[in-house]
Structures are given as C-alpha cells and as structure tokens.
C-alpha cells in the first residue's frame, strides 16, 4: 500500500497520464463527429519522431511542440480525405496508419539522422521541469503538484481549454449535435463535411502534441515504436468515456495511475512481462465494457 501511494508512484502517474490524456481528449472530438477512430496510435508515434526533428532543429522543444501538432494535423487529414470523402471503412484506414507509422518513422529515422532503433542526441532539447513556488509550500499536496515537467502544466491549460469549448462555445455545442443529431447541422445551414474535418484536424493536434511530450518531457529521444499503445489506450479512454470531457480525464488518470504501478512493481521481483502487461490488460477490459455498453445503446 505504501508503494501505492508513495509520492514516486503518484508523480510517475501524473507524467503518464499526460500523453494519455491529450490523445484521448483529440479521440473525442473524432468520436463526436461519428468518426471511430482507431489511428491514435499513428498519430501520436508520427508526432513524436517530428517533435524531436524539431527540437534538434531549432534546439528549442517550442518548434518540436508545433512540428508534432502540425504532423498530427497532417496525418488527420489523410484519414479525414478516405474516411469522410471517399467513404472508407474506418477500421480499415485506422488500421492501414497504425502499420504505416510505425515503418515510415523507422525509415525516416534513418534517412533523417542515419540511425536505427532509437535516437539520443544533446542537440534534442526538452521542456524544463517547474516548481510553482507557492503551490510546491502546501503540505503533501505541494510535493505532489510541484516539480513537474513544463507540459504537464501545458497539458492542464488544454484540458480547461477544450472543456470550455466543447460546453461553452457555439463550435462545440455544434460538434457535440453532429455526434447526436447531423441533420440539425444541415437544418442550420451547416456544413457536416466543414465540422467533421474541423473535430479531425483538432484530433490530429492533441495527438501529435501527445507524442511529443513522450519525446520532449525530459527524455530527450526518439525510439521505435515509442507510443507502445498509448494510442489504444486513450481510445479505450474515449469508449470508456462516452465523449464526455470529464470521464476521459479520470479514465486517462486511472490508466496513467495504472502504468505508473506497473513501473513500480518492477521492483518487487515480480515477472518483466507480467508487469509490462498489466495496463493493457486493463486497457482491455475496460475496452470490452465500454464498447459492450456503446452495443447495448444501439441495440436498445
């Protein structure tokens, strides 16, 4: 129990939670637009590698940050292009990116920097940690909540950000009818076409920021593969969720928690694999619940 709640566990879940948390919140958007959308993986792995080409770039995680979005956006247009013009199965597409990414950012690691597997370099520059001078004075809490890394904070901003958009804001209430009600948008005057390529380009954002802060949160590299299905995890977020705001960030905390236990447990001689499993498992089921409830309402 006290491994549980130590403040090690509870700082490595807030990290984790965050890469979690962003995808999940750019599924939303896609998930209110009817759009399922399984090529979160894609996107985050495609703004991880374009986060470090930035930073090593510019020596500045700024440039890293904007690559990544702008490589999420650019993904996000081509599912937007097969799935929302030419009709394509959305399984099929998100499938199709989720193998392409991770073979075109092994390849253009090795076109871009000559090397394989990985990329650690003192020229990729990370986010610096903060500690929030009166915040970090409170006891316990101040441990808990200070000393982070810049994105965690940048990611809070976000978080308030897209709850007042999607509540208190005409495009999301517009968003939130086309999920419900698409003909009330055409009622409108509104262009279904217009807002779900809008929800797909904010999609691709938060996910390819989400990458970057596996790359620039104080790691400074880039691996294969490195997103390890965080992607599935925070659509497992989403279904869990409903598309409600709220319920993604505690999904997205119980996840990040949960793998922030299963790195913990390490130490206690327990099997590697075993261990390492442990979040995906529960990814898994709550994935089986969610899509089972997401059923159960249509049938009904």
Known sequence: MEMLFSYGTLMAGITLTVPILLAALGGMFADQANLFNIALESFM?????FAVVGSFLGASPWLGFLMAGLAGILIALVFGVLVIDYRANTVVVGIALNMSAWGM?????????????FLIDP????FPNLELPIIKMIPVLGKILS?????????IIIVVSVYIITYQSKFGLRIRALGQNPDSLETAGLSIRRYRYLAVVINGFLCGIAGASLTLSGLSMFSENMSAGKGFIALAAVLLARGKPTLIILASIFFGYAEGV??????????????????????IIFLFIGTRKKHARIGG
Do not use: C, D, W
Request: charged share 10%.
């Open 45 to 49: 792995l495609l703004g991880a590698f």
């Open 105 to 117: 950012t092994s390849l253009l690691l090795e076109l871009f920097f000559g090397v394989r597997g």
């Open 123 to 126: 020229r990729i520059v990370s």
């Open 147 to 155: 000393g982070h890394n810049l994105f965690v904070y940048i990611t």
């Open 262 to 283: 299963s790195i913990k447990l390490q130490g206690f001689g327990l099997p590697h694999q075993l261990i390492l499993m442990t979040p995906y498992i529960i990814t």
